[in-house]
């Protein structure tokens, strides 16, 4: 029997200790730690790496999105619209700023749905949030149309989804600001918390470079209200050092889900999430293989007892069913998607022939 993780933490490390040692060592002697070179590098590197203007390391991944809208000046009385399929720190992002996080349906690829969105728009509405989940981006186009319709700004959350493209253009680079999460099992992790916002705007810039250190500007003076949310520099060299495999490593990913597409394809009781190039307009980077199944929760308890570890995401539960936060909206797409959904083990290192057993051993139980 195998035991194959859902994500190997310490692999992160021990796959390369010696050049990460070296890293994380040239910044403790540099005495280099809050806002350093090695963090200029990195926003300048994601900057390249998305093709966007502006690139920002954060503390964290939730932290972006709260600067991100405090960027753009959503507050009190303000709604936006997000997908329920998204993990709580989305809705606690709006929710901290003073305005009101309305839910929304997710569609067949498990994405925040276009029609769900437009019935939910009302004079309150000031931003939708499409959240680019599992490593896919949202079809773009769709979003924009209806925000443009009715005169609501687009921002995302693309915590999921760096080197993720809708139609030739990265996650993070649609809205007026994108952020991106560091989360050591996120596509592009980091050894703690980290994260980034991307934005095209200067003015968006400005107010995000403000917001994160203190409000101080390039003198030092302080000119505005501020947080302190920035990326160590500890943690921006290690991202810089993995951000050169980065590209690989997401190339690894999209062949660990053709080889699952290729085991699993033919069995009726699973719903698969969209394959690497079932459709030309979206670049899937898979952060998480997220797909459906008759028996899920007999299907898991025999995938453990073969060694074979999985998890539901949010644990279990989308946002509209924390009922504890005040939320009362009922989402029988959501609900029912979220009885049949879990993720199989997805990460770069994973081996064929752990993905071969995975796959043999889903075969197995439903008699295949
Ligand atoms: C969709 C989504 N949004 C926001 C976050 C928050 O990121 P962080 O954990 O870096 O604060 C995460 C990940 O944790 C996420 O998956």
Not at 57 to 62: E, I, Q, R, Y
Not at 269 to 290: F, G, I, K, S, W
Not at 300 to 306: F, I, S, V, Y
């Amino acid at each position: 029997m195998r035991n194959i993780p859902f994500f190997p933490y310490s692999q992160l490390f021990t796959a390369q200790e010696k050049e990460l040692t070296e890293v994380m060592l040239g910044v403790c002697r540099r005495g280099a730690y809050i806002l350093q070179q090695d963090c200029r590098d990195l926003e300048a590197n994601l900057a390249k790496f998305a093709n966007v203007k502006h690139a920002f390391g954060l503390a964290n991944g939730t932290d972006a999105i709260i600067i991100g809208l405090k960027a753009v000046g959503v507050g009190p009385g303000d709604e936006v619209i997000l997908p329920s399929h998204t993990y709580i720190a989305t809705a606690a992002s709006v929710h901290m700023v003073g305005a009101t996080p309305v839910l929304a349906e997710c569609g067949a690829d498990h994405m925040l749905d276009p029609a769900d969105v437009e019935k939910r728009i009302t004079p309150r509405t000031k931003a939708i949030m499409p959240v680019q989940v599992n490593g896919r981006t949202c079809d773009m186009d769709a979003i924009q149309a209806i925000a443009d319709k009715h005169n609501v700004m687009v921002v995302e959350d693309a915590a999921q989804a760096l080197g993720s493209k809708f139609k030739g253009r990265s996650a993070g680079t649609f809205g007026k600001f994108g952020t991106i999460s560091f989360y050591p099992a996120k596509l592009l992790g980091c050894f703690g918390d980290g994260g980034a916002i991307f934005t095209n705007d200067d003015a968006v810039a400005e107010q995000i470079s403000l917001l994160r250190d203190h409000g101080r500007n390039a003198e030092g003076r302080v000119v505005a209200w501020g947080y302190n949310s920035r990326l160590d520099n500890l943690q921006a060299a290690i991202l810089n050092f993995k951000l050169k495999t980065f590209p690989q490593d997401c190339e690894r990913r999209r062949s660990v889900a053709a080889q699952y597409q290729r085991g699993l394809g033919d069995l009726k009781e699973l719903t698969l999430p969209p394959a690497p190039d079932a459709d030309p307009r979206h670049h899937d980077v898979y952060q998480n293989y997220e797909l459906e199944a008759d028996r899920r929760d007999e299907l898991r308890a025999h995938l453990e007892k073969q060694g074979v570890r999985t998890i539901i995401q949010w644990a279990g539960t989308p946002v509209h069913q924390f009922k504890e936060l005040g939320f009362t909206v009922n989402l029988p797409r959501t609900d029912a998607f979220f009885k049949r959904c879990f993720m199989l083990p997805m990460n770069a290192a994973i081996s064929d022939e752990d993905v071969d057993y995975i796959i043999k051993s889903i075969r197995t139980f439903y008699g295949k």
